[in-house]
């Protein structure tokens, strides 16, 4: 028995892997009053995708991105409730070894979060442990067939990966709604090299675009270095931001003479590649700036400069280790 209500996919979605995630973050739940606020706003101007994961949120916070999306959903009330989508990653992790291991980790995902619209595979074992991932697809591939969730998707695949994984569930009948790769001005590579964008069309699968701002990177506030924050992501500021600059600069070039945000500018691109972008809002004020990048529209002019910049970087943002071809 397949799930037959449809899935809504608006134009653009929200990230939230710095909800419950304090190493990385540095997520405390004095946020969380915000961030119900946050969910509000964006589902009533029609953000309606929320993307989490359930390795998000790391010891004691376990799980705690699901918990909270599945709290503020049960709490909304207002306009397009009807049209929430409220998207989960499965993680391929190594003590997941069968169909129904993933069975049971959609399950925990739905306890968490009160239902799960979308399930979709984290990341693909291909390059170090290819059986597991046939386990692990079977039993995503299940959750869909069982009328557990109402879409199937997968993350970090590359093209060659995913014709095959189309194929294999094709087999099956089981449609493929979507697929997120780390997409923005300063990732291009899923799309320029693999080609993605072209094969999820051909397809028929709509590509999410995940870090659209390369972590905050584009919004343009880290220029400064001792704006930078600390640990991991301040390390990967501080070879990224100066070799951004000349990006940075034309997007800013363009932001101020549309009268618009850095941060607008990156998710507007994103929107015209025809991509549906998850930036992640840490706060009401996020929010709101994010949420206006859907009210215009970059020309194509602007989206070539923006193009050509991008192409000019030599070392943009790594890629996610996961990554397939
Ligand atoms: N599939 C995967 O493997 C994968 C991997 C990574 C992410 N994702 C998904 O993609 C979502 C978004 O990606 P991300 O969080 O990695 O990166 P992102 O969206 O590129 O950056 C988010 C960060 O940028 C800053 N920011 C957001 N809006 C801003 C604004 N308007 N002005 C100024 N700063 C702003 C905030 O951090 P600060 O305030 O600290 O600067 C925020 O946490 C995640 O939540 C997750 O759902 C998926």
């Known amino acids: ?42 589902v009533a101007n029609g953000v309606t995708l929320f993307d989490t994961g359930d390795s998000y949120g790391t010891g004691k916070l376990n799980g705690q991105s699901e918990k909270l999306l599945g709290q503020f959903d049960q709490q909304y009330t207002g306009v397009n409730q009807e049209k929430i989508c409220l998207a989960t990653k499965l993680a391929a992790y190594p003590w997941r070894l069968t ?150 600069n034309c997007a800013n070039a363009i932001a101020q003479y549309r009268q618009k945000t850095m941060a607008q500018v990156a998710i507007n691109w994103c929107i015209a590649k025809g991509a549906i972008p998850i930036p992640g809002a840490k706060n009401i004020k996020q929010a709101q700036e994010n949420i206006a990048a859907q009210d215009w529209e970059l020309d194509s002019g602007e989206v070539a400069e923006l193009d050509r910049a991008a192409a000019s970087i030599d070392k943009p943002m790594v890629q996610n280790v996961f990554q397939t071809k």
């Not at 990230?15 to 969910?39: C, P």
């Not at 990966?161 to 709604?177: D, E, G, N, V, Y």
Request: glycine fraction near 10%; proline fraction near 5%; charge should be positive.
């Open 99 to 248: 169909p129904k291991s993933m069975v049971e980790a959609g399950k925990a995902s739905i306890q968490r979060m009160g239902r799960v619209d979308l399930a979709q595979m984290h990341w693909s074992t291909a390059n170090y442990f290819p059986w597991q991932e046939e386990q692990l697809l079977d039993g995503l591939g299940d959750l869909y067939e069982q009328g557990l969730v109402k879409g199937i998707g997968l993350s970090n695949y590359g093209t060659k990966r995913l014709k095959r994984i189309h194929a294999k569930f094709s087999l099956r009948s089981i449609p493929i709604t979507t697929l997120q790769v780390q997409y923005s001005l300063l990732s291009t590579y899923p799309v320029t090299e693999l080609g993605i964008k072209e094969t999820c069309d051909e397809l028929g699968i709509k590509l999410i675009a995940y870090s659209p701002l390369c972590l905050g990177i584009l919004t343009g506030k880290y220029a400064d270095p001792s704006t930078y924050p600390k640990g991991l992501r301040g390390l990967l500021f501080k070879r990224l931001v100066p070799e951004a600059k000349s990006l940075l």
């Open 1 to 42: 028995m397949s799930s037959t209500k449809e899935l809504f996919l608006p134009r653009m979605g929200c990230g939230t892997w710095a909800w419950g995630n304090r190493l990385l973050w540095g997520y405390d739940e004095s946020m969380d009053s915000q961030l119900q606020e946050v969910f509000n706003l964006c």
